[in-house]
């Protein structure tokens, strides 16, 4: 059963078509800097051939063009923080507003908009970011011990269709951390760690009606993403032949790369604007079950974190989670 309307979503999308372009902008904006200075990389690297034969040239060639790539996916890691805040859970903001009824800007005016509500939300990027990485902590071990139930359960052929499987957990959980961020606006909440608790609580003991409604968007959203892959080929191997030694493996990896834009700018918040009416749908008037926080508790030490670091906020101090350092607890 779903829990949404694809109708609502393209809704959503067409509302909030600044924040579309602006995604647009940046992840494409992030696949042409990898294309141009891996090739800018392959380039020096086949000057740097001319000195010595053929497959001196081919060498250097190719590790020039994986430096670039290298180099290129440094500086995108120190970048982020400002992609979640400004582009992420921007985008999550306006979605909230359309959903709730209320007005949003149009135009540029609308990313401003979704910018002072995320800083009202939750202050500065560094806080934001060290939320979402406990999320995505919490998220992870519950999605290890699904798989781990499923590798060990003795059915003949489980293990052929666990990349299925791991596809579709990817949809189903792998949101979630914007799901959360949802919550958090949508229940305009003073403490940021606590509403997440919260949230990740209703989202686990709606499970059911949420893993339903994931399996309809993996469908979709794989659908879209492989034949966005195939069409995106031809293009990408239009670019590996001006790059000079034509990098035989390029032509795949700059498909892969083109389409991930796509997913990312496109067919990501189509995802997104769905699971949100489901998530809003399934939970509305519910609070989190103690059973639930029990359990999440046990399985997972970054989700008894996130209770400390709401504790923390609480008391008014408003500490950075070290999300770098190791859990003590690592399920």
Known sequence: MMNFSTGTAFAILRKTLPFLVFRMIVYFGIAVAYVLVTGTGA?????????????????????????????????????????????????????????EGRDIPDGQGQIAYARNIVTERFGEASVLFGLDQLIKGVV???????????????????????SIVRAYLRVAVGLVDEVILAHNIRTRSENPWASSRDALVLYAQNGKAMLASAAWLTLITWGISLLVFFLMLAPAAAVVYLIPGAWSAGGFVFAILFAWAVKVALIEPFAIACLLQAFFRVTDGQQPNPEWVAKLENASGKFRTLGEKAVTWATGGRTIPNTSAPDPDPA
């Open 43 to 99: 380039g020096i690297g086949w000057g740097i051939g001319a000195f010595g034969d053929a497959e001196f040239r081919a060498g250097t060639t190719f590790y020039g063009g994986i430096i670039g790539f290298a180099l290129t996916a440094g500086i995108l890691y120190f970048l982020r923080e400002y992609i979640l805040y400004i582009v992420k859970a921007g985008h999550i903001a306006v979605m909230v507003e359309y959903l």
């Open 140 to 162: 992870k071990a519950i999605t290890g011990l699904i798989q781990g139930l499923m590798a060990i359960m003795p059915i003949p052929g489980l293990q052929n269709v666990m």
